[in-house]
């Protein structure tokens, strides 16, 4: 009896491995993503709001959580370096975000920034921070057509 509890535990646990490894979202690094600083979903911080921030590059994505009592996206993310940039006359102007670059001048990419599904009306340090919101940046292609 002992060794068929035994049994049953060990493969209960091998299960509750694979679905944890399963669920927990990763990205390969490879193309825009060799140089991500994190291919993980992943927690920061700590503060009375959270929000989520989801990065997309390519065909890939992960979801950060960020708990911060900081008033704009720019600064909350600017402290835990998910994204790098310079202010500017209209506001902050995101170059990198997870340690991934978009060059306008080198082939027309940039981060869009969303707030929820919809497109941002202002940059970084514009918007400001609701608890439970969610925030994307995505990866694009500048093209006139």
Known sequence: MKKIISITLAVLLLVCTALTLISCNSVDAEGLWENATHRRDKTFGSGDKTFS????????????????????LADALLKHELIDGEE???????????????????DKAYWAIYVGDKYASTGASGIKIADGASYSFVYEVYSAY
């Open 88 to 106: 500017g006359d209209f506001g902050f102007t995101v170059y990198s975000v997870n340690g991934m670059t978009a060059d306008f001048t080198v």
């Open 53 to 72: 921030v989801t990065v997309t590059a390519g065909e890939s994505s992960v979801v950060f959580t960020v708990r911060t009592d900081k008033d704009n």
